[in-house]
């Protein structure tokens, strides 16, 4: 059974984007992270903190000019849709990508692997700490902050939780083996699944 796509959802401060850039350089494919903000913001000639906020709010609202003068719409359902697109396109060929729902939007294939990482979070503060140089007490914001749009965001796509083990195939605590253990664990499994 092949997996030619891997999907990570993951909690801030877990490590999911570490492990996953591991995965795509073992494998030899393609990583896909929040670089889909800048695409989309290209796309739809809005500034780039425009759709950096729709990415993370549900009404974000912004103006465009038509023939009977300026309209507004909604631009968070806008970036959504344009990333669903986006996920669909990438996921055309072999890939990693870190976050965006991608396990909701490519649910009704078989050749995906859909992975939730997390862990304590007293292990995220340590990693949001080391990771980008900042004190405990803003670690803290940072992970409660995330937490809350991502689960937000996810909700507002899916109607599900982010961690919901009915949209994965294996969640896994990253603090048990470690990041780099963690995806040498994922590597097993998808050679395990690529010899059934």
Known sequence: MDKKVITIGCEFGAGGPQIGKMLSETLGIEYYDRDLVDKIAHQLGVDKELVEKADTEKRVQYEFETTLGPRYANLTNKVIYLQQQAIEKMAERPCVIIGRSANYILQDRKDVLNLFIYAPKETRVRSVMEQLGVDRG??????????????????????????DRHGRDLLIDSSMLGWEGTAKYILMLIEMLHEK
């Open 138 to 163: 803003k670690a803290l914001d940072m992970i409660d902050s995330n937490d809350i749009q991502l689960h937000e965001r996810h909700k507002y796509i899916t109607g599900t939780y982010r961690g």
